[in-house]
């Protein structure tokens, strides 16, 4: 059993909030808000689309169908497409991003 239990403080490390009210039978809280929930963090990595090209010589510009497309969240990565050029990888990386930051509650007509 933590600390915060015995205490009435949020078990999030750094979080000093008093722990809510216990409603009705189970366990009680050791969390004093969803936010602090560890479960609640796991779900909230953001996924970053990159775009990249391979090394190139001391100073050299990057030319050809050298670029790549990735995905990363935290330390993990996928590469999604590589020996593109740059106006291609681009497109793609655009694309990805829209798919993945489309909200369709946000979409919608505007009223006059």
């Known amino acids: 059993m933590s600390e915060a239990s015995f205490d009435g403080r949020c078990a999030a490390p750094g979080c000093h909030n008093p722990l809510p009210p216990r409603t009705g039978r189970g366990r009680p809280p050791i969390y004093c808000c969803p936010a602090c929930r560890p479960t ?3 779900h ?3 996924i ?3 775009v990249d ?3 190139t010589n001391d100073g050299e510009r990057p030319s050809g169908r050298v670029w790549s497309v990735a995905l990363r ?3 993990r990565l996928v590469v999604v497409a590589t020996e593109l050029g740059r106006p291609s990888a681009d497109n793609l990386a655009n694309q990805i991003s829209d798919l993945l930051n489309d909200h369709p509650r946000a979409q919608g007509v505007a009223i006059d």
């Open 40 to 42: 609640i963090k796991i």
């Open 44 to 46: 909230q990595h953001h």
């Open 48 to 50: 970053d689309v990159e």
């Open 53 to 55: 090209h391979v090394p």
């Open 73 to 75: 969240r935290g330390t």
